[in-house]
C-alpha cells in the first residue's frame, strides 16, 4: 500500500497547534475549542465540556490491561447514533480523535462548524459505512481542506502541516509514543472512541455538568493508575463557548 497514506506522523498534545488544527476542519474557534485541564481538582475543570482528548503513553501494562479486561470492558449498549470509525493509519489517531468529538456534537450545538467546510461533507459521506470502511475512506480521502487563508490542502497534508510545526526533524516513519483517544457525552451518557479498540466503551451515565468528572475517574482508574511509573497524560477538554 502507499506509504504515504498508511503511516501520518503523530500530531502533538498540545492545545495551540490542535486549535490551528480545528479551524482548517471548519470550527469557529470562537465558539469552541479545546483547553488544557491544568488539574484535576473540581474548582479547575471546565463547565460546558461536550468532549475531551485523553493522550496516554503508549505502556504495555495499560495495554494489557484492556486485553485481561476483554468483553466486559464492552458490555453497556451504545447508542445506534453514535459515530464511530477504527484506525488503520499509523499515527492517525490525533486526526481520528478529532473527528470522533466533532461527529457527536449534539445537534443543537453543530452551528460551531461550518456547513461547507472538510468535517461536515466527510461525516455526511461516510454517514452510512461501517467502522472498517471509515477507516479506509480517511486512509484515501480526497476531500479537501481550505485553510482560513483560503489555501486549499488534503487532510493528510492539513494533518502533516500541524504535526510537523515543532518538529526539527520531521520523518513519516516516526512512531508516536503515545495514543490519542476521545470521550464525549453522547444521550446522557460517557463514552470512550479509540480506533484501535474493537469498538465504543460506554463508561457511565451522567448529567452534562458532571461529563468532565467523569472523564477524569476513568481516566484514571483505567489508564494512570495502570502504570503509575508513566507521567505523559494529557486531559484537554472540547469547551463551547469559550472565548
Partial sequence: MDQKFENWLPLESNTILLNKYLVNLGVN???ANFVDIVSFEPE????????????YPDSPAINNYFFEQGDKMFERQIPESIYYMKQIAENACGTIAILHILANIPKEYQFIINEESFCPQFIQNTLNMTP????EYLKNCKLEVKKKNGQVQSLQDAHKEVAQENLEDPNIELKAGHHFIAFVWHNGSVIELDGRKKAPINYVDCQQELFLEKVIEICQKHYIEKDLKEIGFNLMAFQIGFE
Fill in 132 to 135: 472498517e470502511q471509515r477507516a
Fill in 44 to 55: 479547575f475543570l471546565i463547565p460546558g465540556s461536550l468532549g475531551a482528548l485523553f493522550v
Fill in 29 to 31: 474557534t470562537d465558539f
